[in-house]
């Protein structure tokens, strides 16, 4: 039999292929630069290696989400700074119209600035950032969550029905407008309403629409809850606002065409929940004629922007006189008067006819609101103080006219004097939403911070904070500035902010290098020892495929080999 010589052919075949695998894998290692291409190579160390490069890519676009914030923050610093500016400039107009030497027609020119200057602030509050608002984003707090739910659940009903009993007024159900709560303290009040009047001759002339009812959420304790808050007082004051806007001439409530009547819309508004605490603070438990006389002074012509304790506290007088004197003449007191400005709203007779100087002419003595006015401020009015209303400044009743002292009905304190009535309003306000989410994601992880939210300043009550007279100057200059340490904070709060997310982004940098080093000690090639490695595997694969191929050619039969070969003997 003729046979082949086994050279171990087959040993060096395997030997060759193997030289050729390890050689491709250092040029994909060399090529690639990593030492881990696939889990074979090392299970653990791929495992390890794509965890970390994974979060490596997710703190990437956390880096990126972050930038984008510290965008959005550069943009509220320069509105800021614009909003500074802007109230720098109504500081000089307040102050040029305190000018003695100035007249009521420069006065007007200034106020014309002064107005188009604070429509410019509202502008600059309705600013976007692709889409979410630049001021006022962000989840509310808790504090401000209870409150407004304790608005939505009873404080607003409440309010509704004490005025419908009291004032005899109704709820206009298609009269929609804006129900705001302030985080941060706006300055001026804690709380107003803002309506807009027809001021063009007609038969609307007068009429008023509701625009927003606001509250300055520092200016309330809390906890905002039901019954334990006191906050529904004010609730109710505002509420009186609100609802007279609806159901007389609220913009020519004296009805003759120029007065504010700012004594009787203040005045109402703190007779329904009463004021005796006001009246007590400033005149003490034994007063003066002379102090009860400089405290009806505050009432001045009643048409003054109201601003200070003391003419609220007027105001709030004037109205427990106006109710007394009423009564005298043979009425109810001031529902029969609020009750018949509503009938005479409701027919559209027009304010001269449904205002009231109409009523005190047709049902008083007095020729109008002005003899009304002085009246309360002489010797009748002091006397009414002196009598009617000091000896009960602090025998626990709040003055309201629902109460013992004016109403006749049982003592009511500062909790009891609003109902605590669940329920649902019968006015339909626009309740704020939560405008996106201040939650910055500071790394792959998911783990976030929240920006503080940041407000801006506007001027949203220009019927009160105007340069029409020196008084309205001097009251806008005083609220000026605290308008401009409001913004002081607010851009203290966008400091803060843009500082955090430089830290933030500065801790964030630096996990990703060192995840990124971590990354390459695991998966990256020691190029010298795979490029010795392919060395050493290129010379065995092309000795072992010469031998190989030398191999081929020098095939040895048996026959070859025995040839001419004698066996035996």
Do not use: C
């Amino acid at each position: 039999m003729i046979a082949h010589v086994n050279h171990d052919l087959t040993g060096l075949a395997f030997e060759t292929h193997r030289a050729r695998l390890e050689m491709e894998s250092s040029v994909a290692k060399l090529s690639s630069g990593k030492r881990i291409n696939n889990a074979k190579h090392d299970a653990g160390g791929f495992q390890q290696a794509a965890k970390l490069g994974s979060r490596h890519k997710r703190d990437v676009a956390s880096m990126q989400n972050l930038q984008n914030l510290v965008s959005y923050s550069q943009i509220q610093d320069g509105s800021l700074e614009t909003v500074g500016k802007i109230i720098n400039r109504m500081n000089t107009l307040a102050t040029r119209a305190l000018d003695v030497t100035s007249t009521d027609s420069d006065r007007e020119n200034y106020n014309k600035e002064f107005i188009e200057l604070a429509v410019q602030l509202d502008e600059i509050k309705s600013e976007t950032f692709n889409g979410m608002d630049v001021f006022g984003a962000g989840g509310f707090s808790d504090d401000k969550q209870e409150f407004i739910d304790s608005l939505k659940n009873g404080w607003l009903k409440r309010s509704e029905a004490l005025i419908t009993a009291q004032y005899g007024w109704s709820v206009k159900a298609s009269d929609t407008w804006n129900l705001i709560v302030n985080e941060n303290d706006t300055g001026g009040y804690a709380a107003f309403v803002m309506t807009s009047a027809v001021t063009s001759p007609g038969p609307t002339f007068g009429t008023a629409d509701v625009i927003e009812m606001q509250f300055d959420l520092p200016d309330f304790n809390a906890p905002h809850t039901q019954p334990t808050s006191e906050a529904d007082r004010v609730v109710a004051h505002e509420m009186v606002h609100l609802m007279q806007a609806q159901n007389s001439y609220f913009g020519d409530l004296t009805g003759d065409g120029t007065s504010r009547a700012s004594w009787f819309k203040e005045g109402l508004a703190e007779f329904i929940h009463g004021a005796d605490d006001r009246v007590l603070g400033i005149l003490g438990n034994a007063p003066t004629s002379g102090d009860i006389d400089a405290l009806l002074a505050a009432v001045g012509t009643g048409n003054e922007s109201w601003t200070t304790n003391e003419q609220y506290g007027a105001g709030y007088l004037a109205a427990r006189y106006l109710h007394s004197q009423i009564q005298a003449a043979g009425q109810s007191g001031v529902k029969h008067l609020t009750q018949w400005m509503k009938t005479e709203f409701d027919a559209g007779n027009g304010a001269a006819a449904g205002g009231l100087d109409k009523y005190l002419q047709t049902f008083t003595s007095y020729a109008d609101n002005n003899a009304f006015i002085a009246d309360f401020k002489s010797a009748n009015g002091r006397n009414f103080v002196n009598t009617q209303i000091v000896p009960n400044l602090s025998n626990g009743d709040t003055g309201s006219i629902a109460g013992s002292d004016a109403g006749g009905g049982g003592a009511l304190n500062g909790q009891s004097v609003v109902p605590d009535t669940p329920g649902t309003a019968g006015s339909s306000p626009i309740y704020e939403v939560e405008k996106g989410s201040l939650a910055a994601t500071i790394d792959g992880s998911g783990e976030t911070w929240n920006l503080q939210s940041v407000n801006t300043i506007t001027v949203s009550d220009t019927a009160t904070y105007n340069l029409e007279s020196i008084t309205n100057a001097r009251g806008t200059l005083t609220q000026l500035t605290a308008w401009m340490e409001n913004l002081a904070t607010e851009r203290a709060l966008v400091g803060a902010n843009l500082s955090r997310l430089e830290k933030e982004m500065d801790n964030l940098s630096r996990k990703m290098g060192s995840r990124e080093m971590a990354v390459s000690r695991i998966q990256d090639t020691d190029v010298a020892r795979e490029s010795t490695k392919l060395a050493s595997n290129q010379v065995k694969l092309q000795a072992s495929v010469a031998i190989l191929a030398q191999a081929k050619q020098t095939n040895v039969l048996l026959a070859d080999l025995v040839r001419g070969v004698n066996v035996g003997g």
